[in-house]
């Protein structure tokens, strides 16, 4: 994340990382202020056993796209509302407008569990644990929409889809 205040929202991509049996490193990398620790980062991720980043930032949010111009690693781009943000149309879409060549995965405004999903569903591509508990993990979520539309049902309300 390219700052610490970004944090409440990066935490989800790492808790939903963690219960997917993701391992994920979680640190700041700041575009502006550390541009130096930014390359090496980007550059030594692959070597250092890495196949997905996600990278959150607010405002001018360049770190998503500059990570991506210097690794050949997917790169996801987590828009972050931050406090200096024009209700975080910058973010998004200076993570979103990549010029081709350097793409950068975007997911929604303070999306970062999104990021972690998306993050898992890549490396489930190879892994097929990972690749099990996302199929899991979607499997629960349909439960969860069913137990809803029965809960409505019960509630008495009429056509309700079954």
Same mark, same amino acid.
């Given at each position: 994340?390219?700052?610490?205040?970004?944090?409440?929202?990066?935490?989800?991509?790492?808790?939903?990382?963690?219960?997917?049996?993701?391992?994920?490193?979680?640190?700041?990398?700041?575009?502006?202020?550390?541009?130096?620790?930014?390359?090496?980062?980007?550059?030594?991720?692959?070597?250092?056993?890495?196949?997905?980043?996600?990278?959150?930032?607010?405002?001018?949010?360049?770190?998503?796209?500059? @990570? /991506?111009?210097?690794?050949?690693?997917?790169?996801?781009? #987590?828009? $972050? !509302?931050? =406090? +200096?943000?024009?209700?975080?149309?910058?973010?998004?879409?200076?993570?979103?407008?990549?010029?081709?060549?350097?793409?950068?995965?975007?997911?929604?405004?303070?999306?970062?569990?999104?990021?972690?999903?998306?993050?898992?569903?890549?490396?489930?591509?190879?892994?097929?644990?990972?690749?099990?508990? @996302? /199929?899991?993990?979607?499997?629960?979520?349909?439960?969860? #929409?069913? $137990? !809803?539309? =029965? +809960?409505?049902?019960?509630?008495?309300?009429?056509?309700?889809?079954?």
């Amino acid at each position: 994340m390219g700052s610490d205040s970004d944090l409440s929202i990066m935490q989800d991509a790492a808790d939903i990382l963690q219960d997917l049996g993701v391992a994920y490193e979680l640190t700041v990398v700041s575009a502006h202020r550390t541009p130096l620790r930014m390359i090496e980062y980007a550059q030594k991720a692959k070597a250092r056993g890495l196949k997905v980043i996600i990278a959150g930032a607010g405002g001018a949010a360049h770190l998503p796209g500059m @990570v /991506a111009s210097i690794t050949s690693l997917p790169v996801i781009g #987590v828009p $972050v !509302k931050s =406090s +200096n943000s024009i209700d975080g149309w910058d973010s998004v879409l200076s993570i979103l407008q990549m010029p081709n060549g350097v793409p950068v995965a975007t997911v929604a405004l303070n999306a970062a569990k999104n990021a972690g999903i998306l993050a898992a569903q890549i490396i489930g591509t190879a892994n097929e644990t990972v690749g099990n508990k @996302v /199929a899991a993990y979607k499997e629960d979520l349909e439960k969860e #929409v069913l $137990v !809803k539309v =029965s +809960n409505l049902k019960a509630k008495g309300h009429p056509n309700t889809f079954d």
